[in-house]
C-alpha cells in the first residue's frame, strides 16, 4: 500500500498489486510492503521469496533507508523554495533603542524609541558597519563625540520581506546625563533574523549545505542527551510524562 496521509484512510484504488490510498491525516505518508507483518500464504497469490521479510538483511536496510532519504530530500526541496523566495536566514545583531531622552541629541535626529540600529559610520567610511560588536559601537560613538555620525535604523526586524531603513545623522554629545550616553538613549542589544538574497544558480548547493548542518546539528544534538542521560542527570528542557503533564496543567491553569 502507497499512502499519501495518515490513517484513517479517505480513498483508495488498487492498481496491480499496489493500493494506491489517501490519508486523512496531511502530516506525511507511508509505504506498506508485503511482508512486513504476518503471512496468510493461503490467502495470498504473491509468492513467499517476493515479500520483506523473505530478503536478506542488506535489501531490507536499502529499503528503509529510503524514507530517510526522501525526507532529507524533501527538506532540501523545501528550504530550496525559502531560499529561492525569501533568501537564506542569517542572524544579526542589532543596537535597540530602548527610549530616548527628550531633547537629547537622538531627539532632533529622529531616533525614535523601539527602533534598531543595524548599521552606523561616520563621513570617512563607505560602508555602515554591522553592530555584531556591542563594545565596538559604544567605542565608536565615544570617539566620535560632537562629530557627526550616521546612523541606519529599521523600525522593525521581523519581517521577510525586507527591511524598511532609514539613515539619520546625530552629533554625540560630549557630556550628557549620567547613564544615558552621548547620544541621551538607553539601548539593548538584539538577535534578529536577516534574510540574504541567493543567486538562483547557487541556490541548490546553499540547500544541501544548510540541510547537511541541520543534520549536523541533530545528530550533536541527540549524541549529548544520551551522554547526558547516561551520566544520570536529566538536559534542561527534557520532560518526561511528568513533565509534560505539568505543562499542560499550567497552560489550562493561565
Known sequence: QFSIGLPPKLFGKKIGETEYAIGALPIGGYVKLYGEDEIDE???????????????????????????????????????????FAGQPVERYAISIDSVVEDSPSAPAGIESGSFIIGYKDATQENFQDPNDFEAFVGF??????????????????????????????????????????????????????????????????????????????????????????????????????GVAVVFQDIFEQ
Open 42 to 84: 493461503e490467502d495470498n497469490d504473491i509468492p513467499l521469496e517476493r515479500a520483506f521479510s523473505s530478503k536478506s538483511p542488506l535489501i531490507k536496510l536499502t529499503v528503509l533507508s529510503g524514507g530517510v532519504f526522501m525526507n532529507f530530500l524533501v527538506g532540501i526541496l523545501l528550504i530550496m523554495v525559502v531560499f529561492a
Open 141 to 242: 560613538i565615544n570617539s566620535h563625540l560632537d562629530k557627526t555620525v550616521e546612523l541606519q535604523l529599521a523600525s522593525d526586524l521581523n519581517t521577510m520581506d525586507g527591511l524598511d531603513l532609514e539613515t539619520v545623522t546625530a552629533s554625540p554629545a560630549v557630556v550628557y546625563e549620567e547613564g544615558r550616553g552621548s547620544l541621551g538613549v538607553e539601548i539593548g542589544w538584539y538577535l534578529y533574523t536577516d534574510f540574504k538574497p541567493v543567486p538562483w544558480l547557487s541556490i541548490p548547493g546553499e540547500a544541501v549545505k544548510e540541510s547537511v548542518d541541520l543534520v549536523k546539528l541533530m545528530v550533536v544534538g541527540v549524541k549529548d542527551l544520551i551522554t547526558e542521560l547516561v551520566r544520570g542527570s536529566v538536559p534542561e528542557g527534557v520532560a518526561g510524562a511528568l
